[in-house]
């Protein structure tokens, strides 16, 4: 009995493999679909994680928050003054109880100057906490400290690609020309991944209290980053944060803010929408391209059955009843989905870690779209295998076996 | 024991083609006694191979009764009627009708792949003796397409024998080869006879069907008395 399986799948495979062309492009077109559906996938997946790795890279994560100076929306020119928030704000927030650290920054763009290089950098002015904030430490020499703070002291810490874009060797004790004053470089931070267009790791940070009088002079803020205990409700600090600010901004009624509240949803959305798009777009294509690998299949399942119906009528005369024709054709349909499988799958594979080796990408493999894409297509050549051999079982042997 | 293996009463097919029906066969009435070597003879389009193809069970009739080995099998089911197939009776075309991606031992074996208890070790054996009897036993390994004619018809004749049918039936055998091999063919069959299969064959030549016991011709559907 056990032999007898043996016995049909050698059959079985006999036949398919005597027409060799036919099977090459029944597993071609199989293949295609299933490496496009699951490449596709695993890449707009897998850049979603990056950029949620990212966030939760800088400390953003579920417990943050960043307010920016100025209303209107969240990336753009902002619709309403942008002068208004300041360091009170960021001590009033600091208060709430659900508040673990409050980090303001104060931004502005300067001429850099070292040794006759000079290039525009984003130079930070922030609190000691930056680094806590922002889970962003120093790799070597120190970090921002109270007494820099106190003191306006001209020390500035720096990106991890400052040295070498300005060609500074040793780069810790050594004065860089920041406008037209000397700041003296106190720390290197380690590198971070960078997403978007702006390079994390080409800025400059000094005190807050420096930036503001010595460089920018200015009495405002530009940025408050917030951290929470553990557990909190975000939309309710943010709600509790905004009449905060409402009220310390004296705007009442239907005026709106001058200020813009960024929490990690905002943040992951804004990132990721664009991404979704794509990936949309391209599961679309890839959607497109599994139907009509199935149309192939299916004419091609379909025309190799009907070819064969003579052969079919041949062994109903010899004996099989209509159960085993379509145990036959059963077995062929799955002989084929599963080495299209394979080597959908493992095609796939090969493509996530080339695209992962030379992209920041990781390969993300979803075992969900293959197992999805794998069974469409078991589905397709199963029913359209099925179709011509059972009709080809109705018929009286004697009409068929004619035409052989 | 029973000892007609056939017998057709009233038999009748008509085709229908949309609105014009055509009777093939008027009315047959045939008994075959086991042992038998018949040869039906006809002109084309007598209705020869639509009556061999209603004693093989790959057609139906449209009206009468067929009584196989002591069994009614007119009303019978496919299932029942593929079994019946499998077991009692065995086919020769003219065309051969061999599976042309399987090798001439493969072949042979088919029918027995059919069946529940598939393909022993001792059928192999047997199969392979058959080949060797019918002068094919350096070939088994062969293609039908390497094949001559008379050789594959021998593999057909093989296939048609290994699952020991009651009934042996040919529809044109030597149709499709040379005079030398018809020769070769028609011989076995003489030889199987002997050794006890009942034989029923269709064939419009008369020096083929001099080789059998008994002849009945067929013309427009119904057996002419000699």
């Given at each position: 009995m056990k032999f007898l399986y043996i016995q049909i799948l050698k059959d079985v495979w006999k036949e398919l493999i005597s027409n060799k062309v036919n099977l090459f492009f029944m597993i071609l077109s199989l293949v295609i679909s299933l490496t496009a559906l699951n490449t596709i996938y695993s890449l707009g997946y897998s850049a979603k994680e990056q950029i949620l790795n990212a966030l939760a890279n800088v400390q953003?994560?579920?417990?943050a928050m960043l307010i920016l100076a100025?209303?209107?929306?969240?990336?753009?020119?902002?619709?309403?003054?942008?002068?208004?928030?300041k360091l009170g704000d960021a001590k009033e927030i600091e208060?709430?109880?659900?508040?673990k650290l409050v980090s303001p920054i104060s931004l502005g763009t300067s001429e850099v100057s070292y040794k006759g290089n000079a290039e525009m950098i984003r130079i930070e002015g922030v609190f000691p906490n930056y680094t806590i904030a922002t889970n962003w430490y120093p790799k070597t020499g120190r970090f921002i400290n109270k007494n820099d703070l106190k003191r306006l002291s001209k020390v500035c810490v720096v990106g991890f690609d400052i040295p070498k874009k300005f060609g500074?060797?040793?780069?810790?004790?050594k004065k860089i020309k920041i406008r037209s004053e000397y700041f003296e470089i106190i720390g290197i931070l380690e590198s971070k991944p960078t997403f978007?267009?702006?390079?994390?790791?080409e800025r400059i940070f000094i005190p807050l209290t420096t930036a503001q009088?010595?460089?920018?002079?200015?009495?405002?803020?530009d940025a408050i980053k917030i951290l929470f205990q553990p557990g909190t409700n975000i939309d309710l600090a943010k709600y509790k944060i905004r009449q905060i600010l409402r009220k310390r901004h004296k705007l009442y009624g239907i005026?709106?803010?001058d200020f813009r509240i960024i929490t990690p949803d905002m943040a992951i959305k804004f990132f990721t929408s664009a991404s979704k798009i794509l990936t949309i777009f391209l599961l679309t294509i890839s959607l497109i391209s599994l139907i009509i690998s199935g149309v192939i299949i299916m004419n091609l399942m379909y025309a190799n059955i009907e070819e064969k119906s003579p052969i079919i009528a041949l062994r109903v005369a010899l004996g099989a009843t209509s159960q085993r024709i379509i145990i036959h054709y059963l077995v062929m349909s799955l002989i084929i989905a599963f080495i299209s499988g394979l080597i959908g799958w493992i095609l796939s594979l090969l493509i996530l870690k080339t695209i992962a080796y030379f992209t920041p990408l990781k390969a993300y493999f979803s075992w969900l779209t293959f197992l999805f894409s794998l069974s469409f297509a078991i589905l397709t050549t199963i029913v359209f295998s099925l179709i011509p051999s059972v009709k080809a079982t109705q018929v009286e042997p004697s009409i068929l076996l004619k035409s052989l | 024991m029973v000892k007609k293996l056939v017998i057709l009463k009233d038999i009748t097919k008509t085709y229908q083609t949309g609105k014009v029906s055509y009777q093939v066969l008027k009315g047959i009435n045939l008994e075959v006694e086991k042992g038998e070597f018949l040869a039906i003879m006809g002109a084309s389009g007598s209705g020869k191979t639509t009556l061999l193809n209603i004693i093989g069970l790959l057609d139906k009739p449209t009206s009468g009764s067929y009584i196989l080995d002591g069994e009614?099998?007119?009303?019978?089911s496919k299932q029942e009627l593929a079994y019946i197939r499998n077991r009692k009776l065995g086919f020769i075309f003219q065309a051969f009708?061999?599976?042309?991606?399987?090798t001439a031992l493969e072949n042979v074996l088919m029918p027995l792949?059919?069946?529940?208890?598939?393909?022993s070790k001792k059928d192999e054996e047997r199969a392979k003796k058959l080949l060797e009897r019918l002068g094919l036993g350096d070939r088994i390994k062969a293609k039908p397409a390497e094949l001559s004619g008379g050789q594959q018809q021998r593999v057909a004749i093989a296939r048609a024998l290994i699952g020991k049918p009651k009934l042996l039936l040919a529809d044109?055998?030597?149709?499709?080869?040379d005079s030398k091999s018809s020769e070769e063919v028609i011989k076995i069959f003489r030889e199987l006879n002997q050794e006890g299969i009942t034989i029923i064959m269709v064939t419009h030549d008369p020096e083929i069907a001099k080789y059998a016991k008994r002849i009945k011709i067929i013309k427009d559907g119904n057996f002419i008395e000699k």
């Open positions: 953003f994560g579920k417990d100025g209303g209107g929306k969240i990336i753009g020119l902002t619709t309403t003054r942008r002068d208004t928030l208060k709430l109880d659900f508040v500074i060797k040793d780069p810790i004790g978007g267009h702006f390079n994390r790791n009088r010595r460089l920018f002079n200015k009495d405002y803020i005026e709106p803010d | 009614e099998v007119s009303k019978l009708h061999l599976i042309p991606w399987a792949l059919y069946r529940k208890e598939g393909i044109e055998p030597t149709g499709n080869l």
